[in-house]
């Protein structure tokens, strides 16, 4: 099994475009959630899924969307990006809630 | 403000050391989950408890819910154990994580 898949690894945006950083499990696991990782924070939730067509905003959702049409995907849209988004991001998923989550690699975004 | 708080956040050991990591939190919680970040980036579960005590290995987890306070102990440290290690929350009125910034391990040959 693949697990949790991020892609792309590495993105360089200017700022005001746009993009969308995939993220795809394979485990079926019905919770999928969005981080970011600033240097010296802790990791933030973005927006979080539990499960297809259900989503809903974590700590720090402002400027980002997501959406969930099936179990597997969980697209993450940066519509205007901003200085301020350049992060490591990182797809997770579990089967439940308050359960392991399995980490994605991460995507590391730079906005110029 | 941090409701996860995790000490010491650099930590230098020689190999074949017993560590011990920190996690305390500020609010009550239904589960506690310890990760590690590899160099790379990487991020695997460790361990995710509630209650005592879990082993796997050469690494021990334990929670005590009444002091708010968990620990991640190594035993025989080697240089691959070098990582950053994270604690996360999930309060009991909640239903998403809240993340540690992490302590970050050095094991020395």
């Known amino acids: 099994n693949a697990g949790v898949t991020q892609t792309p690894k590495f993105r360089i945006l200017k700022i005001g475009q746009s993009m969308t950083l995939q993220c795809t499990q394979d485990m079926n696991h019905n919770y999928m959630y969005w981080y970011r990782q600033d240097p010296g924070m802790g990791l933030k939730l973005i927006y979080y899924s539990v499960g297809a067509g259900i989503t809903d905003k974590g700590e720090v959702p402002n400027g980002y969307n997501v959406s969930r049409s099936t179990t597997e995907d969980f697209p993450l849209r940066l519509e205007l990006a901003a200085p301020s988004q350049t992060s490591v991001y990182f797809c997770a998923s579990s089967y439940a809630g308050r359960q392991p989550q399995h980490f994605g690699d991460g995507t590391r975004l730079s906005i110029l | 403000k941090n409701e996860v708080e995790q000490s010491p956040q650099n930590l230098t050991a020689q190999e074949g050391e017993f560590i011990t990591i920190n996690c305390s939190y500020s609010?009550?919680?239904?589960?506690l989950h310890w990760l590690q970040q590899h160099p790379g980036g990487g991020i695997v579960s460790l361990f995710m408890l509630s209650s005592g005590k879990k082993k796997h290995g050469r690494l021990i987890a334990t929670i005590n819910i009444q002091e708010k306070h968990s620990s991640l102990h190594i035993t025989a440290s080697h240089p691959r154990d070098s990582a950053v290690y994270i604690c996360?929350?999930?309060?009991?009125?909640?239903?998403?994580?809240?993340f540690g910034t992490g302590t970050s391990l050095t094991v020395i040959p």
């Open positions: 609010v009550g919680i239904s589960a």
């Open positions: 996360a929350v999930i309060p009991n009125t909640g239903n998403q994580f809240y």
